[in-house]
């Protein structure tokens, strides 16, 4: 039973444009969202985050929106560049950070074409 | 800041083997998680140590087991491998419940047949 979905295998973006990646979850007692990015043959890398209080939260390019009553979150980077090719990854949080670990969707491989 | 290395980066184990892998955490953080990430899947979470005690576990069997040291370096030990114990094996480190300050190594890709 996959708690968080990211039902795109895979995104191809211009370079430029925006990337828009999306996310859905099951459980409601998730209360705390991140991205994380990860290029091959690296660890994955902490992108952007929001809390269940919040809808909206932006950094730079990238802007996270969290629709509660959907159960839908999608990341937004603008404008996309050539070294955002990697694999995004939507995780969630029960406890807000607590000792149940991040559950992982099974990711989104965004390529960016110049 | 020294960042998360995991040692070894890759291996190969025969089915029934034992395997330990190791992680050294991020300066100056004293929480360390682990987790699998199986072929064309996200990481999946097995447990958590902080200050060497385990205080979360994931949906995996007791033959995955773990250790946290004084330095806050850290162990996975799998005992009895089985083919579908092949994954990409990755430690996060992280200051207790800040889950936007955790750090991921490499990981380790361990194959077993």
């Known amino acids: 039973d996959q708690q968080v979905k990211q039902n795109s295998p895979s995104l191809s973006v211009q370079e430029g444009r925006i990337s828009i990646l999306n996310c859905d979850y099951t459980?409601?007692?998730?209360?705390?969202f991140l991205w994380y990015k990860k290029y091959p043959a690296e660890g994955p890398t902490f992108l952007i985050s929001?809390?269940?209080?919040?809808d909206k939260n932006e950094d730079g390019r990238f802007t996270v929106f969290l629709n509660k009553s959907a159960k839908h979150l999608s990341l937004h980077i603008v404008p996309s560049q050539p070294g955002d090719s990697a694999v995004y990854f939507c995780a969630a949080s029960a406890r807000g950070g607590g000792a149940d670990g991040l559950t992982f969707g099974k990711g989104t491989h965004l390529i960016i074409q110049p | 800041e020294t960042g998360v290395t995991q040692s070894p980066t890759h291996l190969i184990k025969t089915r029934g083997q034992q395997v330990t892998l190791r992680c050294s955490s991020q300066?100056?953080?004293?929480?360390v998680s682990w987790y699998q990430q199986a072929l064309g899947q996200g990481p999946q979470f097995i447990f958590q140590y902080y200050r060497e005690e385990e205080n979360g576990r994931g949906n995996f069997p007791p033959r995955f087991s773990g250790l946290q040291f004084p330095n806050y370096s850290s162990e996975l030990n799998v005992n009895a491998l089985e083919l579908d114990d092949s994954a990409l094996y990755l430690c996060a480190s992280s200051y207790p419940g800040t889950f936007t300050e955790a750090f991921f190594g490499q990981g380790t890709r361990l194959t077993v047949v």
């Open positions: 300066s100056g953080h004293n929480t």
């Open positions: 459980n409601s007692m998730f209360d705390y």
């Open positions: 929001i809390s269940s209080i919040k």
